[in-house]
């Protein structure tokens, strides 16, 4: 359980540092170097067209899992298909490997859809801050969520787990 909880913190933390490129275009499938791999190399990134070069057991479990889908953008990091889309109206990043087995996703949301404990967290400690971004991760079965606030002096980022909610980052604004 520890080590789920740990995978899904590394997962709200990447997200809040990597935001999903939405820039491919139908039928487009452009070569450049991006992201290291393990071993500090570069790793080829591909964004994909969905129709076409995407692997198609891939295709069939993201439309499995989600039917509601809209404008999707796909790329390929090293092994991993990931994809950006709508769901329902709402911003998602899903990431699978090249079984079709989904990693992770993350989805934007409102307040509202984050659970009411985490609502009353946030209320109650953190009053004179005001919500810029909430998401929620989806990751090995478990889920979780990240919010970034704002204040007047600073921003703070809270992550809610099963284990309940944590201040994961902290970040004084420049004063000019």
């Known amino acids: 359980m520890k080590r789920v909880t740990s995978t899904i913190t590394a997962i709200l933390f990447f997200s809040s540092l990597v935001t999903l490129s939405a820039n491919a275009q139908d039928g487009l499938v452009a070569n450049s170097r991006s992201p290291m791999d393990k071993k500090g190399q570069m790793q080829e990134t591909t964004t994909l067209a969905a129709d076409r070069s995407a692997n198609p057991l891939v295709i069939s479990k993201f439309t499995n899992l989600f039917p509601a889908a809209a404008d999707q953008h796909w790329t390929m990091i090293g092994g991993c298909?990931?994809?950006?889309?709508?769901?329902?109206?709402?911003?998602?990043?899903?990431?699978?490997?090249?079984?079709?087995?989904?990693?992770?996703?993350?989805?934007?949301?409102?307040?509202?859809?984050?659970?009411?404990?985490?609502?009353?967290?946030?209320?109650?400690?953190?009053?004179?801050?005001?919500?810029?971004?909430?998401?929620?991760?989806?990751?090995?079965?478990m889920v979780g969520y990240q919010v970034v606030l704002e204040s007047d002096n600073d921003f703070k980022t809270i992550r809610y787990t099963v284990d309940g909610a944590e201040e994961i980052q902290q970040m004084d604004k420049a004063v000019n």
């Open 81 to 141: 298909s990931q994809v950006s889309f709508l769901n329902g109206g709402r911003k998602t990043s899903a990431c699978f490997n090249e079984k079709g087995k989904l990693t992770y996703s993350i989805t934007d949301c409102t307040m509202e859809q984050v659970p009411e404990s985490f609502r009353k967290t946030i209320s109650k400690s953190y009053g004179a801050y005001k919500v810029i971004r909430a998401v929620e991760v989806n990751a090995y079965g």
